[in-house]
């Protein structure tokens, strides 16, 4: 499968063949097939994730059912820790890559299963199953991305991520338009879950492509060992954690708009809106981080409280999403961009050990926010003091 590519990075290494604009044409040709590959999975799994709460009041689940999606994400994100560490200490290109498409496999099947689930308890199961997937390849990909990032030149970390994160959340509002239409066409939620599986096997056929260009990425080098992990990124993990205990997750905040009687497909737009807002807000964001990175990291916290403020205390639906999808393009961009910094041996643990931050905090914070759905101020004001919080421990993190 690698072919004569894996040829020219091997000779590469060994007697320098292939010069920088050979290894920055490869470079740019994952960047293009991971961008892609990140599309189509977007249309996939963030348009079943669109009407999430939703689907789950439909299957019979309650408040706390649809609040403790987020335990799905800590799962992710504990997933996100396996798939991390088992990178960081095989320290090989092909360990990166197997876990990267193991990880978009089981992301991608669990999707169109969807369409069969027939209780609360099996959707409930399947949305947690695509979260594992989602997090088992996401620090060996985030790290294949910052080998791509240095590779077409380091000083653009935040320009790079932000152009991957233009093109994940291109997929997820088309995802969430997809399933509104297919919503609004069938009158079914089956029809919608089924037609995802297209998107998913043109997200695997890019994953492929990228693998082939690109079969050696940097994940050795420089500080290669647990204690080479730099104390920068404690902070980070830090700022991340608590940014994330403040943030509404959209299992929550799609339950809540169903229930205040915004109709299926109509709160499927929202998050459209939210991904649309995301997509348009990540290039801003990630030039803000190539010029002032503290400011770009401090900003990420404050954007996630406010739009959690804004869920709970019922301010304008479409303002509230769009609100939510800026906050989410700080983490996406910024806080990606930023565990970058870290040497090509250590990277993977860096991602690693700031996933698991991000997990904790979003499951705790938001099973406190849905305790406190019936007091809407104490929930901002929870919301509030964990970002402030965050805020703190952001503007340390970049020396």
Avoid: C
């Amino acid at each position: 499968m690698v072919g004569p590519v894996a040829s020219r990075f091997s000779a590469d290494a060994s007697g320098g063949l292939v010069g920088l604009s050979g290894r920055r044409r490869a470079a740019l040709a994952a960047f293009i097939g991971l961008s892609l590959t990140s599309l189509f999975a977007d249309v996939a799994y963030e348009g079943a994730r669109s009407v999430s709460g939703p689907f789950l009041g439909y299957l019979g689940a309650g408040a706390l059912i649809a609040g403790a999606l987020s335990v799905g994400d800590l799962i992710a994100h504990a997933a996100r820790v396996a798939g991390g560490l088992a990178a960081h200490r095989a320290r090989r290109p092909g360990v990166y890559w197997l876990l990267v498409f193991a990880g978009y496999t089981v992301n991608l099947v669990a999707v169109p299963l969807l369409a069969l689930a027939g209780h609360w308890w099996e959707a409930f199961t399947l949305y947690a199953v695509e979260r594992v997937g989602k997090g088992l390849r996401a620090a060996p990909r985030d790290a294949i991305l910052a080998s791509v990032a240095h590779d077409l030149g380091s000083r653009r970390r935040g320009l790079i991520f932000s152009l991957h994160e233009v093109a994940d959340q291109l997929g997820a509002f088309t995802g969430g338009v997809l399933v509104a239409a297919a919503i609004a066409a069938r009158g079914s939620y089956t029809a919608a879950f089924a037609l995802l599986a297209l998107p998913a096997a043109a997200a695997l056929a890019s994953l492929t492509a990228a693998y082939r260009s690109y079969p050696q990425p940097r994940v050795t080098g420089g500080a290669g060992g647990s204690a080479g992990i730099p104390g920068w990124a404690l902070a980070l993990a830090a700022a991340s954690g608590l940014g994330m205990a403040s943030f509404m997750h959209w299992g929550l905040a799609s339950y809540t708009l169903s229930e205040s009687g915004i109709p299926a497909e109509m709160v499927a737009l929202m998050y459209s809106a939210a991904m649309a807002s995301d997509a348009l807000a990540a290039l801003p964001i990630g030039l803000l981080y190539d010029r002032f990175p503290r400011v770009a990291l401090a900003l990420a916290p404050v954007a996630s409280a406010a739009a959690t403020t804004m869920l709970v205390t019922g301010v304008h639906p479409l303002a509230s999403s769009l609100t939510w999808g800026v906050a989410m393009a700080f983490y996406e961009t910024a806080y990606k961009a930023s565990a970058a910094r870290a040497l090509p041996g250590a990277r993977a643990a860096v991602y690693t050990l700031m996933y698991a931050a991000m997990g904790l905090g979003w499951t705790l914070g938001n099973l406190a926010i849905a305790s406190l759905l019936g007091n809407p101020l104490a929930a901002a004001g929870l919301a509030w003091s964990l970002g402030l919080l965050g805020a703190l421990a952001a503007a340390k993190a970049e020396s």
